[in-house]
C-alpha cells in the first residue's frame, strides 16, 4: 500500500507540474444599508501562468436587494484587465445581473447562484473590439465550526462548485472547484484561504490552474438585523 500511495503521489505532483501553479488574492468590502439592501466593492489581483508574476485583476461591485427572506437579486459592474510579458493585452468591460437563493440545513447554509454576464472586450494590440454572453451556476456551501451561524469569533469551512456556459462550441467554457476555510474574528472582519482548481474549456486544448487563494473581506452593518454574516468566495 505504502508503494502505490508514493505511486499515486508522485503521479499528482507530475500532473501539477504540466498545468499551472496560480495565485488568487481577493478583497472585498460590504454595506449592509438595511436587512434589504447592501453595496459590494471587489479588488482582485491574479498570478495565472506563474505564481510570482500578477498578470490579471479585477474592480468590480453593485448593489443587491433581498426581496424576500433568502432571495437575493444583484446587478454588477466591472472592469478586468490582462497582462502579457508584463504587457496589458487584453481589456474587458463587465455588465451582470444575479439571482441568489439561500437554503440552510441545520448549521450548514447552501447558496444557488445564477449569473448572466454581457462582456465588451478591447484588445490593445490589435485594436479589435468584441462581445460576449456568458452564463453562470454556481453551487456553494458554508459551514460554521465552533458556532451555530457565522459571527464574531468563528471558525469556518467552505466549499463550491461552478460551471461557465456560452453561446459558442464548446458551449461549458469553464469549471472551478474550491474548498477552504477562515475566521470570522469580528462583526467586522473576516479572512479565508484555500485551493481552487480551474479548468479552460477550448477547440484548441484545455488549460488548468491551481489557484492558491487567499481574501480579506470587510462588512460594515448598520442595519438592526440579526448577524449571519454572508462569507465571499472566488469569484
Known amino acids: 500500500m505504502k508503494k502505490f500511495g508514493f505511486v499515486f503521489l508522485f503521479l499528482g505532483v507530475f500532473a501539477l507540474a504540466q498545468d499551472h501553479l496560480s495565485g488568487f488574492n481577493m478583497m472585498s468590502f460590504t454595506y449592509k444599508m438595511d436587512p434589504k439592501w447592501m453595496a459590494y466593492v471587489e479588488l482582485q489581483t491574479r498570478a495565472r501562468r506563474d505564481y510570482t508574476v500578477i498578470d490579471y485583476y479585477e474592480t468590480k461591485g453593485g448593489i443587491g436587494y433581498n426581496y424576500i427572506k433568502n432571495h437575493q437579486i444583484f446587478v454588477g459592474i466591472g472592469r478586468y484587465g490582462t497582462y502579457e510579458k508584463m504587457k496589458i493585452s487584453q481589456e474587458e468591460f463587465r455588465m451582470w445581473l444575479q439571482y441568489t437563493f439561500t437554503q440552510k440545513w441545520g448549521r450548514v447554509k447552501f447558496d444557488h447562484r445564477g449569473r448572466a454576464e454581457h462582456r465588451f472586450f478591447y484588445a490593445s494590440q490589435t485594436g479589435e473590439h468584441t462581445e460576449a454572453n456568458r452564463f453562470r451556476y454556481r453551487l456553494s456551501t458554508t459551514i460554521p465550526i465552533n458556532n451555530d451561524k457565522v459571527q464574531e469569533k ?19 467554457k469553464r469549471n472551478r472547484s474550491f474548498a477552504g476555510f477562515g475566521y470570522q474574528f469580528n462583526n467586522t472582519v ?8 480551474q479548468r479552460e474549456f477550448s477547440a484548441k486544448g484545455n488549460d488548468n490552474f491551481h489557484f492558491l487563494y487567499f481574501s480579506l473581506n470587510f462588512t460594515l452593518d448598520s442595519s438592526d438585523d440579526e448577524k449571519d454574516f454572508v462569507i465571499p468566495m472566488v469569484d
Not at 190 to 197: D, I, P, Q, R, V
Open 190 to 197: 473576516s479572512a479565508t484561504t484555500g485551493y481552487m482548481f
Open 154 to 172: 468563528t471558525f469556518f469551512v467552505n466549499a463550491f462548485e461552478e460551471l461557465f456556459f456560452g453561446s459558442k462550441v464548446p458551449n461549458l
